[in-house]
């Protein structure tokens, strides 16, 4: 009756928390990732200056307008994320990113969002869907007591675009198995994405564009 009325099963939602509540332990104990990302500490920022950014449930299967696909994967030790965009059901575009061996997939998930705002910016989109299958990076986006420097900065990314950017969580349906194979089957080319960085790019620990 619960999930009826859009509401989870409290021992479901203790369990969605502590998922949460165990990512955000590892983006403390991460170092650097990326030639932007430090999560060894929170912002000192008042919690009435932090914003929440909405999510809903992704179920259009006609793919009317702009929706963008993001995810984030760990293969062979070795991590990614990408985007897929599609313009009324039709692929446009995709791009890939190679993240440093450290980052979690949660981070590769914040990752591929970030990039789409960024996408949405500079494409000067009017609006877009941005469909993630990661329930615990949208609810860290969406949480009032999200401190964390990375987050807060993704959150303000949307506060500043001019587009009408909404976050949605994916449910895997029969009618979304094509966007969600084509978002994943470059990830598994593991020579066409995860290419060796030079030894002075992993010293330097840049996030490689490809």
């Known amino acids: 009756m619960n999930l009826l009325r859009g509401c989870p099963p409290i021992d479901m939602k203790i369990k969605e928390e502590n998922e949460i509540w165990q990512q955000q332990q590892e983006i403390k104990n991460l170092g650097k990732i990326g030639i932007s990302f430090n999560f060894d500490y929170a912002t000192e920022v008042s919690s009435w200056k932090i914003t ?15 929706n963008v696909f993001t995810d984030g994967s760990k293969i062979n030790n070795k991590v990614g994320c990408a985007m897929v965009v599609f313009e009324d059901g039709n692929e ?5 990113w190679i993240l440093n061996n450290e980052t979690t997939v949660f981070i590769a998930e914040m990752v591929a969002i970030r990039e789409e705002v960024n996408y949405s910016k500079r494409r000067q989109i009017a609006k877009a869907n941005i469909i993630s299958d990661s329930r615990s990076a949208l609810v860290s986006i969406e949480s009032l007591e999200e401190n964390w420097k990375f987050i807060l900065n993704i959150k303000n990314s949307f506060q500043d675009t001019n587009s009408n950017v909404l976050l949605c969580l994916m449910l895997i349906t029969k009618e979304m198995k094509e966007p969600i194979t084509l978002l994943r089957k470059p990830l598994k080319n593991k020579k066409s994405i995860f290419i060796f960085a030079r030894q002075t790019t992993e010293e330097n620990g840049n996030e490689k564009k490809w």
């Open 92 to 96: 446009k575009e995709h791009e890939i």
């Open 52 to 66: 929440s950014i909405p999510w809903r449930t992704f179920n259009e299967p006609s793919y009317v307008g702009i």
